[in-house]
């Protein structure tokens, strides 16, 4: 019974250590994903790849409370769209 105990309790720490793990990891969103996998992202991986690429691209606008909302706006409409493209193309 002992034994049972202590492997569930390491298999837990395991999934606990596994979930900890990949909240801590970096975003997977890129310049070179697409306005759906942007949209498939949590709300925090898409503010992280906002304020990213707004300075990469020079596009400081995009990465206000007023300007953030434009990204998902858009990709909501062009899925396959990468966030590079959108963002070469927006205007400030």
Aim: aromatic share 8%; net charge negative.
């Amino acid at each position: 019974m002992r034994h049972r105990r202590i492997s569930a309790i390491i298999a837990v720490a395991g999934v606990a250590s596994a979930v900890t793990f990949s909240a801590c990891g970096t975003n997977g969103l890129t310049s070179a994903s697409t306005c759906q996998d942007f949209m498939a992202a949590s709300p925090v991986e898409q503010h992280e790849v906002i304020d990213q690429l707004a300075s990469n691209y020079q596009k400081p606008d995009f990465a206000t409370p007023l300007g953030e909302p434009e990204v998902p706006y858009y990709c909501s409409a062009n899925s396959s769209v990468t966030l590079g493209s959108f963002f070469e193309k927006a205007e400030d």
